[in-house]
Nanobody, 127 residues
Framework: QVSLVESGGGSVQAGGSLRLSCAAS????????MVWFRQAPGSEREGVAA???????AYARSVQGRLTISQYNAQNILFLQMNSLRPEDTAMYYC?????????????????????WGQGTQVTVSS
């Protein structure tokens, strides 16, 4: 049984930092395109960062330079380091696993065809 469990969310002031974690069980993260998504109230779910099995990384333009995705394969954990946070980063953040081809083709940011989802962790940034 596959499980993705996020942690590390919370409330911070603008300019602050948070580090999200996603612990996987029942799958090996390096065999998937691992993606962080977020969804703000009233908005569609959007991909913010992805990492593939070769260490290839992609970011949404809105977060480039502020968010960093990384992976600790030995413990099957995915991270999202979030710096210089802005109020518009407020959202529920989800960890997701999808087929590697989605990373290679650049289609990682769509919420469709994701194979596994975590339950989410809330990030709130106040001005």
């Amino acid at each position: 049984q596959v499980s993705l469990v996020e942690s590390g969310g919370g409330s911070v002031q603008a300019g602050g930092s948070l580090r999200l974690s996603c612990a996987a069980s029942g799958l090996t993260q390096r065999n998937f395109c691992m993606v962080w998504f977020r969804q703000a109230p009233g908005s569609e779910r959007e991909g913010v960062a992805a990492i593939d099995d070769k260490g290839g990384i992609a970011y949404a333009r809105s977060v480039q330079g502020r968010l960093t995705i990384s992976q600790y394969n030995a413990q099957n954990i995915l991270f999202l380091q979030m710096n210089s946070l802005r109020p518009e980063d407020t959202a529920m953040y989800y960890c997701a696993a999808r087929p590697l081809v989605h990373c290679y083709s650049g289609s990682w940011s769509s919420p469709s065809e994701v194979r596994y989802w975590g339950q989410g962790t809330q990030v709130t940034v106040s001005s």
